[in-house]
């Protein structure tokens, strides 16, 4: 909901349940994504800070990768093939990359919500509304600790709960200036039932 | 290369080896997607024709379908949640919804080539630019016939050539005036060592 245009270096900044924040990520500099409780998803968003549509793409980094469960010491590519971060800690080892953040028609449609929360897709929208940046140029998040499960001969996709525990943490190196929007996930599948809040610092240094 | 604005009914149009076309498919026209060689791909996308930054989504298609392949008679979902498309016959029964159009940067990066084709990825862009849509908005591509397996426990994507035979068709009704994109893919990978081209064919009626 709070756009933290300045986000106080290596503090750490708690977004409640059900939120989202939009804030700035300098070349070099390292964002720290905690799951504080265990089991709780975070969508993550990229935009290069001097141009916002270069985005972080899905589709170029698995293509890349010829993987889609990312980890240690994986790139996550913009729409032009350019590096946004890398993957430098992660111990949890299970996110998603194939899904976009839910959103009032998840909600409506996989769901059936009369009254739909605007989700992860709307708390995105209002935190980077302030940044310039259009709802409509919101893609496939990676999703830290999302843990959606593939069978391989029927292409089915189920969504587990995360196998993050308590204290569980991703951490990614920016290659660009960037503008980051972060949520903790608005979605009862993706979380296993029930709502947390995210942790997130960022460091000038890996600590 | 060429960007047919208006497109002949009914008239089978080939697309060359490793090129592209853009063309409007108005709301009900049935758009006929055929491999005329077999183990040929063909990257598709989709824009709403009134407002083309609503565009189609492969994280919320899948997302919906709770499957990564898709067939008849699942819907093509926008980055709105509209239905953009609905797939009504498929001879083929596999296709690929995770991987972006192939680029210089995807010859570059995987195949590690010199002077590198600008493949689907630039086709796109430059058949699309009459219609006035950026490179920058070219999402994860719907890739009619490509043949990409997971390994639902390791994540290993793998594109194996297409199972396509000579005379497989995908047709899609448009549920929304659109602006289409669509290759015979240029990447060695997807089509298992060699190039064809792609028949198209629009419809107002199903054949």
Not at 70 to 95: A, F, K, W
Not at 137 to 165: H, Q, W, Y
Not at 174 to 199: V, W, Y
Request: aromatic share 8%.
């Amino acid at each position: 909901m709070v756009s933290n245009i300045t986000t106080p270096l290596s503090e750490t900044i708690e977004i409640p349940v059900r939120s989202g924040l939009g804030f700035k990520l300098e070349k070099g500099q390292f964002l720290t994504v905690i799951d504080p409780k265990g089991g709780q998803v975070s969508d993550l968003l990229a935009y290069n800070a001097q141009d916002p549509k270069e985005v972080i793409s899905s589709g170029r980094t698995l293509d890349y990768a010829s993987r889609i469960f990312l980890t240690t010491p994986d790139p996550l590519y913009s729409n032009r093939s350019n590096v946004m971060l890398r993957i430098v800690e992660d111990t949890c080892g299970r996110h998603d990359f194939l899904l976009t953040p839910c959103s009032k028609d998840t909600f409506r449609i996989i769901y059936g919500d009369k009254e739909p929360h605007q989700g992860c897709f709307g708390n995105l929208a209002e935190a980077l509304q302030p940044f310039g940046i259009d709802a409509d140029c919101i893609p496939v998040a990676f999703n830290c600790f999302m843990n959606v499960r593939v069978d391989g001969e029927t292409g089915e996709l189920k969504v587990d709960p995360p196998t993050s525990k308590a204290g569980d943490r991703i951490v990614f190196r920016a290659e660009m200036d960037l503008i980051m929007g972060l949520t903790a996930c608005s979605a009862l599948q993706s979380n296993g039932g029930s709502f947390k809040p995210i942790h997130f610092r960022i460091d000038d240094h890996k600590r």
